[in-house]
Nanobody, 124 residues
Framework: QVQLVESGGGLVQPGGSLRLSCAAS????????MAWYRQAPGNPRELVAK????????NYADSVKGRFTISRDNAKNTVYLQLDSLKPEDTAVYYC?????????????????WGQGTQVTVSS
C-alpha cells in the first residue's frame, strides 16, 4: 500500500504565501510523476501543477503560472507546492497525486494514488 500525506494548508490573506508538502510512503519502487490538484466548492477537480521525475519537467495551470512553484525531493519521495501572491480564487482543497510503481522486478504494478487533501483558504 502507498499513502500520500499532505500538510501545510491554512488560512492566509490575499497576497500571502503558503507551502504545501506531500510525502509518499509504503512499498515504493519508483515514482514517475507527482502533481497537485485542487477543487473548489461546486467546481470539478483541476490540475494545478505536475512534475515528471525522469525529465524534471514541470507544468502549471495558466491560472497559477508565475505564482506557484512545484518542487521535489526525490530522496524523500516528497513534493512541495509553494503558493505565492495568493488570491481569493485560489481557495480550494488541494490534493496531492502520484503515479507510483510498486511490486517486484518481474511483477511491476502501476498505481495512481491520491492524498486526503488539505484546505487552503485565502481571505481577508
Amino acid at each position: 500500500q502507498v499513502q500520500l500525506v499532505e500538510s501545510g494548508g491554512g488560512l492566509v490573506q490575499p497576497g500571502g504565501s503558503l507551502r504545501l508538502s506531500c510525502a509518499a510512503s509504503g512499498s515504493i519502487v519508483s515514482i514517475r510523476r507527482m502533481a497537485w490538484y485542487r477543487q473548489a466548492p461546486g467546481n470539478p477537480r483541476e490540475l494545478v501543477a505536475k512534475h515528471i521525475t525522469s525529465t524534471g519537467t514541470t507544468n502549471y495551470a495558466d491560472s497559477v503560472k508565475g505564482r506557484f512553484t512545484i518542487s521535489r525531493d526525490n530522496a524523500k519521495n516528497t513534493v512541495y507546492l509553494q503558493l505565492d501572491s495568493l488570491k481569493p480564487e485560489d481557495t480550494a482543497v488541494y490534493y496531492c497525486n502520484a503515479d507510483v510503481v510498486t511490486g517486484s522486478p518481474t511483477d511491476l504494478r502501476y498505481n495512481e494514488v491520491w492524498g486526503q487533501g488539505t484546505q487552503v483558504t485565502v481571505s481577508s
